[in-house]
């Protein structure tokens, strides 16, 4: 999976694809896709809801450019793959929020069942960040609003990176890499990708989404 679906695609961190060889992606995904878990798509996890294709996952990770000793939150944990692979990365603090009630309790008990007792993990609406563990080094964001979350950019570290797709629902969407300078916000175009939209309190729309 990782040589051809990640690395000949351009992934080049030694760390991130050391990660996506370790992190077993089955042990993420529901039973009836056990024969599908290391293609290079995304699968259903319940509720509407998919867990990433691992292609995608090392990208936005890579984007991240986390270095031992950073705080790292990501919004939307989905069954837990992205902040396993977070957490593989070694001596990096992973703060996640999951949305949805029973797809927070499922990721609680897998990622203490696998030993990843490090990750910190709450039930809640993303779009508001984690203030109390506030600032971060980097922020990831796993579902497509339409704008930047103010609050999540308020609670980015100066110097720190926040991995983000954008867009309309249902139409094209760019994955951003922010980084942020005093009150400024450089942005980066990685390029289009495909996600499921971001609502909760904070977009106007019922809370049920993670890609």
């Known amino acids: 999976m990782v040589e051809l679906t990640i690395e000949d695609r351009g992934i080049t961190d030694l760390d991130v694809l050391r990660v996506m060889r370790t992190v077993q992606r089955h042990r993420f995904v529901l039973p009836e896709y056990l024969d599908q878990a290391y293609a290079d798509h995304p699968l259903p996890i319940g509720y509407g809801q998919t867990i990433s294709q691992p292609y995608i996952v ?9 270095q031992a000793g950073e705080k790292v939150l990501e919004i939307g ?3 837990g793959y ?3 692979v977070l957490a593989e990365l070694g001596a990096i603090e992973v703060y996640s929020i999951e949305i949805v009630p029973e797809l927070a309790e499922q990721a609680a008990n897998r990622l203490r069942d696998l030993g990843y007792a490090e990750v910190h993990l709450k039930e809640g609406d993303g779009y508001f960040g ?5 600032p971060f080094d ?3 964001v796993t579902a497509a609003p339409d704008h930047v979350p103010p609050p999540l950019v308020e609670q980015l570290k100066d110097g720190g990176r926040l991995v983000i797709p954008i867009g309309p629902p ?6 951003w890499q922010f980084v942020k300078a005093g009150d400024d916000l450089t942005a980066y175009n990685l390029g289009g990708v495909s996600f499921v939209p971001f609502t ?7 809370p049920t ?3």
């Not at 984690?130 to 506030?134: D, F, L, M, R, S």
């Open 138 to 140: 980097a922020i990831i």
């Open 82 to 84: 992205q902040a396993a």
């Open 130 to 134: 984690w203030k109390e563990h506030a």
């Open 209 to 211: 989404r993670h890609p």
């Open 58 to 66: 090392a990208w936005m990770t890579e984007a991240l450019a986390l």
């Open 200 to 206: 909760g309190a904070g977009t106007g729309s019922a």
């Open 170 to 175: 249902g139409g094209y969407q760019s994955l």
């Open 77 to 79: 944990t989905g069954s």
